[in-house]
């Protein structure tokens, strides 16, 4: 069993910048990938980023250049931060923590980019 807990969401004005941070607790050392999915109302929930233990990262092209997925191992933590954001950014975002038998999810952060 893997527990996530993500924070840092909020409300932001376009252009603004917010970092996601994701802790991790329970099986941890049988994950071999992070990711960070988001949804907004109305649409289905898509990948934002993806990073393996190794440290390759994976970006779905509406967020390539303005967001990085980053993790600290010795922390247990994934983190998002999130640069220019867009009103279109707006969803719930989701930490998803994978192992080769099944995914598991955090509860989810709202972010909300209105001026």
Not at 22 to 45: E, N, V
Not at 91 to 103: E, G, I, P
Request: charged fraction near 15%; include cysteine; charge should be positive.
């Amino acid at each position: 069993q893997v527990q996530l807990v993500e924070s840092g969401g909020g409300l932001v004005q376009p252009g603004g910048s917010l970092r996601l941070s994701c802790a991790a607790s329970g099986d941890i050392f049988s994950i071999y990938a992070m990711a960070w999915y988001r949804q907004s109302p109305g649409k289905q929930r898509e990948l934002a980023a993806s990073i393996t233990k190794d440290g390759s990262t994976n970006y779905a092209d509406s967020v390539k250049g303005r967001f990085t997925i980053s993790r600290d191992a010795t922390k247990n933590m994934t983190y998002l931060q999130m640069n220019s954001l867009r009103p279109e950014d707006t969803a719930v975002y989701y930490c998803v923590a994978a192992q080769l038998s099944r995914n598991y999810w955090g509860q989810g952060t709202q972010v909300t980019v209105s001026s």
